[in-house]
């Protein structure tokens, strides 16, 4: 079954190339809002199962962090990605702890758009990379979630953690390096990471 999902922002161009890129990807898009007061009003109608919205949207109703907050109020269990152009780290900041679960890069692919909303969907926290490297360079870099991860997955992370190489979390755990290799790069997915060296990163986090 395709995801239902409700988008929002001012900029009419943007919802429409936000619409063909989710649709592409086997989304239905079932309803779309320009401000504040219409996706407030939207999802209060029309159930769907992930929000995707702008930060910023000058018009009827609120907006920026005080309609994301009225919309955790009101549908504490919708997940809800932000599409914001903000470098702030501070606010990035500020946007996860208040329980967004995704933030995409409004100046960046759009093609992250679905890998955004498929992980908040499980459970996870997706925030693009070039957003995610502002909140690295003031340590900010939240924990994300290990829920959504296998038991096997969290153990090869929690392995290479300590310290061991793919070959010696092979050794340890009896089995081969193939198999610990794809489930490294499975769990690197899960969890938006798009090199070693943000697997790294987030591993120090995790033990810090």
Known sequence: MHPHIII????PVVLHGVRVVL?????????VASDGA????????????????????????????????VLRQRHPQLPVVVLTGARH???LDGLL??????????????????QALHAVMAGQVFVSGHLRRHLQSRDLLFQRPLAALSA???EVLQLLADGLSVNAVADHSGRSAKTISRQKAEAMRKLGLENNQELYDYLKSWRG
């Open 152 to 154: 096997r997955e969290q």
């Open 8 to 11: 929002a922002d001012d900029h």
């Open 38 to 69: 219409g996706l407030l009003d939207l999802v209060a109608r029309q159930p769907c199962d992930a929000v995707l919205t702008d930060l910023s949207m000058p018009g009827e109703g609120p907006d920026g962090p005080e309609l994301l907050e």
């Open 89 to 91: 780290p501070g606010l």
């Open 23 to 31: 649709e592409r990807h086997q989304m239905h898009v079932t309803g």
């Open 97 to 114: 702890r208040d329980g967004v679960q995704g933030l995409v890069d409004k100046t960046a692919d759009f093609a992250e758009l679905p």
